[in-house]
């Protein structure tokens, strides 16, 4: 082999795993703003209406939810462009933002559910697609230095990553199903749910092993990742509700606060990026004092609480 093709393949080597020692976490530990977006489009499949009258109803609904992120999606992109605000083209691309990965998760995931019912299936045979598309070239190709000279390239990693995301949405969608099956009891239901953990942090650990988990890519060890929190969260809480419906002086409430946050969970989230960016203008967050950034905090978060909690009162929905 030529001394300069040799020369090239290392360099190329030593970008894509300087890119993602950036990118890639291990099973332990993630971004918590990597692990929110994931939760997030996990949240999204759990509340996924899957029953419909008609294709027509159907229709209208994702219609709707699509085209409001994918409007909020051109907005972020305008007002970021406009304000000179600082981003890494790295995280999604030059035009793309997460507000659009979700539209084509919803739309996607909305159209493999009408061709096939079974949630899981269909999220496994995704999964399984990615990572072979990752193997055989997608992952050198989002980490090399391509010039982002039209519209793919200059989005590659947002594009690419969406895969993985119907991915958490399907199973996401599975675990719906699971959790509200009539005919089998809540002991059952929960011995299930236990089980999933278990499986899935050993996936987490075994696809680390062969390809570092990273949000950029939403690879196999990224979803393993948050289907594994997910589901111990779940387990946690299922068993809480088992208690507290068998036990008469037991009384389980759902907090206020999480009550008005579920109520809107996309205009929270939206809220929660335009204060976050706001406060990232207004402030050099990294040289801030403890007791300054404790309360810019507390700040941020009671505002936060208290706009979803007003639109919850007046009955205002996204």
């Known amino acids: 082999m030529p001394q300069n093709t040799k020369s090239f393949m290392n360099l190329s080597c030593k970008t894509i795993m300087a890119r993602l020692q950036c990118t890639h976490f291990c099973a332990y530990f993630l971004r918590l703003m990597d692990t929110g977006v994931g939760l997030f489009v996990l949240m999204s499949g759990l509340?996924?209406?899957?029953?419909?009258?008609?294709?027509l109803e159907i229709f209208k609904h994702n219609f709707k939810f699509v085209s409001i992120l994918l409007i909020l999606g051109i907005i972020r992109y305008v007002s970021i462009?406009?304000?000179d605000y600082h981003e890494h083209v790295s995280e999604y691309g030059v035009h793309w933002n997460?507000?659009?990965?979700?539209?084509?998760c919803k739309f996607f995931s909305t159209l493999l559910l009408l061709v096939f019912q079974n949630s899981l299936y269909l999220c496994i045979f995704v999964i399984i697609i990615h990572e072979y598309l990752l193997?055989?070239?997608?992952?050198?190709?989002?980490?090399?230095?391509?010039?982002r000279i039209n519209i793919i390239d200059a989005n590659r990693e947002g594009i690419s990553s969406c895969l993985g995301y119907i991915s958490l949405y399907l199973f996401a969608v599975h675990l719906k199903t699971e959790i509200n099956k009539k005919e089998i009891s809540k002991l059952l239901i929960l011995r299930k749910i236990l089980l999933y953990p278990i499986f899935l942090i050993g996936g987490?650990?075994?696809?680390?092993?062969?390809?570092?988990?990273?949000?950029?890519?939403a690879n196999a060890g990224y979803c393993f990742y948050l289907s594994t929190l997910l589901t111990s969260i779940l387990s946690i809480m299922y068993c809480i509700e088992i208690i507290s419906s068998n036990s008469k002086s037991a009384i389980f409430q759902v907090p206020k606060i999480l009550k008005d946050i579920n109520h809107n969970g996309l205009i929270y989230f939206?809220?929660?990026n335009l204060t976050t960016g706001l406060v990232n203008m207004l402030f050099q967050t990294l040289l801030m004092s403890s007791l300054s950034t404790f309360i810019i905090l507390n700040v941020y978060m009671t505002f936060n609480i208290v706009v979803i909690s007003y639109l919850r009162r007046k009955k205002i929905k996204l």
């Open 135 to 147: 193997y055989i070239g997608l992952q050198d190709w989002v980490f090399s230095d391509t010039k």
């Open 47 to 55: 509340v996924h209406k899957n029953s419909y009258d008609n294709y």
């Open 81 to 83: 462009k406009q304000l």
């Open 98 to 104: 997460f507000f659009f990965t979700l539209a084509l």
């Open 270 to 272: 939206l809220i929660s």
């Open 204 to 217: 987490s650990y075994l696809f680390h092993f062969f390809r570092p988990t990273s949000r950029t890519l």
